[in-house]
């Protein structure tokens, strides 16, 4: 795990600068409507949106800059509300602002390949001699990147007040409050012209109580949401799909099972997250432990797997925030009040905030150790995105992960190997004496880093293996792959940009000696090709 990076928009003054009444705003009140009080990623994790008290930001992942802004008026704040959530279409095509006031602001955000953004020229002489990683990282700042355009689309009433709302790829499923019920309202009307669906949750059978929903989060990999409601209890739910409802004649547009009945007060559940690669549904409580649950199957087997306790007193991480787990399902992190935590899969504690000095991190201004208020991860997982309680800004942690997360293979596991998204850390502690293992200058780890023309090209990095002798390594990302002798420090990528991109690495990768055996997808197959250590080229 790396230092925290720091990204602040900012601070824009209006000239409009006056409250409802007419008064005057603040130097304070004004600096506090650059909080940012929502996050969310698009599913390819490419895309993010911020929000603060009357603005929504759009920015690129990697690397992390700003796109687009969009500034409500004063009359729409007044009229609708401020922002307090933010929801991303999965295809990062529309956003939605959810206000106060119980209306949705829905946005189209266009992307335009043909015209860029942060193109940087710089003056200096064209033949000074620069490193190959300096030639690329100039030719990225000279094409810049592609512009991202904001369109106000419509805004949506929502009459009986929202209490959570999830943007789907076809609708928007929005919880009310009174009364509780469930509404999906879809992107564009179907053949009949209707665009709109809802569903009383008093009429919801499968519902031991008429509570209504506090929270919901959805998993597309599974196609199961979970619904946390009023009374503490989780439900795993599904949607019914149009024709199925057609042809058994059932108007019902959900179908559940409750796996979470709280026995005490304390376990009352209050957020949840999906593990769609382990089948783990995991819910937070009130005091801070997370009950993790196996889903067996579709039709109501989802016992209880194991419990987390809180990484400390309630009085001292506060309560729970957000919970997410990673992209591969390896990790899972919570949001406290107070600061943050992480485990592994299946509950082995990791890194954790509260160990830190806290009056050292409250006069650093290091806000993301001492409080989160929501969390998301970005570029295939290896960054994770952090908003803190009454800041501006985002803080971005680096994550370096096992290969073995990657790539499941024998050598992945006899031979350490770390990837973050740019190095590869490789143990060489093997290689030493036990004498010279211990000694306080004995470099144990070897750090490596990527070929910025790979990654350039195609980050995130999706895997990475290592031979069983230690002297070669691979790595895949988003297209191609590239590899690295440690006997020799060079890597070797392909010269042919049509070649690299023909294929992508799918079902994982292998060493056999110094021949590399990859798994890939082309446009037109699927097939196991090999490559040679010592020679460049298409795969085999």
């Not at 991202?148 to 943007?167: E, S, Y």
């Not at 596991?413 to 000694?439: F, K, P, V």
């Amino acid at each position: 795990m790396g230092a925290a990076r720091i990204y602040s928009e900012n601070k824009r003054r209006r000239k409009e600068t006056s409250n409802e009444d007419g008064a005057d705003l603040g130097e304070e009140e004004q600096d506090n409507s650059a909080i940012v009080k929502g996050l969310c990623t698009s599913r390819s994790g490419h895309l993010i949106a911020t929000i603060t008290h009357d603005t929504m930001t759009v920015w690129q992942a990697s690397p992390i800059v700003i796109l687009a802004v969009a500034s409500r008026s004063l009359s729409s704040i007044r009229s609708y509300g401020p922002n307090v959530a933010v929801l991303l279409r999965p295809d990062a095509s529309i956003a939605v602002v959810q206000t106060s006031n119980g209306f949705l602001v829905t946005y189209s955000l266009i992307v335009d390949p043909s015209n860029r953004v942060y193109q940087q020229i710089r003056e200096g002489s064209s033949n000074q001699r620069i490193s190959e990683a300096d030639r690329l990282i100039l030719e990225q700042e000279r094409a810049g990147f592609k512009e991202v355009g904001v369109k106000f689309r419509m805004v949506i009433r929502i009459d009986a007040g929202i209490a959570a709302a999830l943007a789907l790829d076809n609708e928007v499923v929005v919880a009310t409050r009174k009364p509780a019920a469930v509404q999906c309202i879809r992107w564009t009307p179907d053949e009949a012209g209707r665009q709109t669906s809802t569903e009383l949750t008093n009429r919801m059978a499968w519902m031991q109580s008429s509570s209504g929903i506090l929270a919901m989060v959805y998993d597309r990999a599974m196609s199961l949401a979970i619904w946390i409601t009023s009374d503490g209890r989780a439900y795993a739910v599904q949607r019914r799909p149009e024709s199925q409802r057609q042809s058994e004649g059932i108007q019902k547009l959900f179908r559940g099972y409750g796996f979470h009945n709280p026995e005490k007060e304390s376990f009352a559940a209050v957020i949840g997250a999906i593990n769609a690669r382990f089948s783990l549904l995991a819910v937070g409580c009130v005091e801070g432990d997370i009950h993790v649950y196996t889903a067996k199957d579709y039709v109501g087997s989802i016992p209880l797997s194991h419990v987390l306790p809180p990484p400390a007193s309630v009085s001292t991480t506060g309560r729970i925030t957000c919970l997410t787990y990673s992209p591969d399902g390896y990790c899972l992190v919570a949001g406290y009040e107070r600061g943050w935590a992480m485990w592994s899969v299946f509950g082995k504690p990791g890194a954790s905030s509260f160990v830190a000095d806290t009056s050292l991190s409250k006069s650093n201004d290091e806000r993301w150790l001492t409080s989160v208020s929501s969390m998301s991860w970005i570029n295939g997982g290896s960054d994770l995105l952090m908003t803190c309680n009454g800041d501006s800004r985002l803080w971005a942690l680096e994550m370096t992960k096992s290969a073995v997360t990657t790539c499941f293979s024998s050598a992945n596991i006899a031979q350490t190997l770390l990837l973050s998204s740019s190095n590869l850390l490789l143990y060489r502690g093997l290689d030493l004496s036990s004498t010279a293992a211990i000694a306080a200058d004995a470099a144990s780890w070897q750090h490596v880093a990527i070929p910025p023309s790979y990654l350039a090209n195609q980050r995130p990095l999706r895997s990475a293996v290592i031979s069983h002798d230690g002297r070669y390594v691979a790595v895949a990302g988003r297209r191609g792959l590239a590899h690295y002798s440690v006997t020799s420090g060079r890597w070797k990528t392909f010269d042919d940009s049509s070649a690299e991109n023909a294929f992508v690495v799918r079902g994982g990768m292998c060493w056999y000696q110094h021949i590399l055996i990859a798994a890939a997808e082309s446009e037109e197959s699927y097939e196991v090709g090999s490559l040679i250590s010592d020679h460049g080229g298409r795969l085999n």
